[in-house]
């Protein structure tokens, strides 16, 4: 069955940079869109784009626009979301997810990234 | 953008009795709708999608119904296990209502 896993937490400053990874297993990767969703405290979730593993096309939403980049390393099954220029309001729980006709299926288990000085 | 505004934000329902959730969106999204449950400490679990069709391993107690901007979510006689926060998501560009959380009245 699918799964995929998520690096682990991360604490930032602001401005800085964040590359999280998802790694998937028991599925062909290449044949896979994931998406990437975050949920801040207390907020509902948010989507921010998404990668089609096969020939890495991505799509971003608007809100994140220029500052998220998702990609994919094929021969690790491996897909990454990277933001930058983090401020406090980025910190959220940070999700892979599946695509199954465009609604999310399989998701990771969520990384924790904290902006603080 | 879509905005999907779900009510109530809270449900108090005693077990073995039936939840009614509702989400509406701003504009028709068709039958693009999902459904997903989510408890504390976890990854969203999806529930529904296409309006009304379960996902592999969905109880049947768990139904969606609706189309273009009104959908509901039934679960007909709650379960210990259905005390969750409850999001729809529409597919068309993907955007999240802002939950309905369901307590043990």
């Known amino acids: 069955q699918v799964q995929l896993v998520q690096s682990g937490a991360e604490v930032k400053k602001p401005g800085a940079s964040v590359k999280v990874s998802c790694k998937a297993s028991g599925y062909t990767f290449a044949i896979l869109v994931l998406h990437w969703v975050r949920q801040a405290p207390g907020q509902r979730l948010e989507w921010m784009g998404w990668i089609n593993a096969a020939n890495g096309n991505t799509k971003y939403s608007e809100t994140f626009q220029g500052r998220v980049s998702i990609s994919r390393d094929t021969s690790a099954s491996t897909a990454y979301m990277e933001l930058s220029s983090l401020r406090s309001e980025d910190t959220a729980v940070y999700y892979c997810a599946k695509n199954f006709l465009n609604a999310f299926d399989i998701w990771g288990q969520g990384t924790m990234v904290t902006v603080s000085s | 953008e879509i905005v999907m505004t779900q009510s109530p934000a809270t449900l108090s329902v005693s077990p073995g009795e039936r939840a009614t959730l509702s989400c509406r969106a701003s504009q028709s999204v068709s039958s693009n709708l999902a459904w997903y449950q989510q408890k504390p400490g976890q990854a969203p679990r999806l529930l529904i999608y296409?309006?009304?069709t379960r996902a592999t391993g969905i109880p049947a107690r768990f139904s969606g119904s609706g189309s273009g901007t009104e959908f509901t979510l039934t679960i007909s006689s709650l379960q210990s296990e259905d005390f969750a926060v409850y999001y729809c998501?529409?597919?068309?560009?993907?955007?999240f209502g802002q939950g309905t959380k369901v307590e043990i009245k």
């Open positions: 998501q529409q597919y068309n560009n993907w955007t």
């Open positions: 296409g309006a009304s």
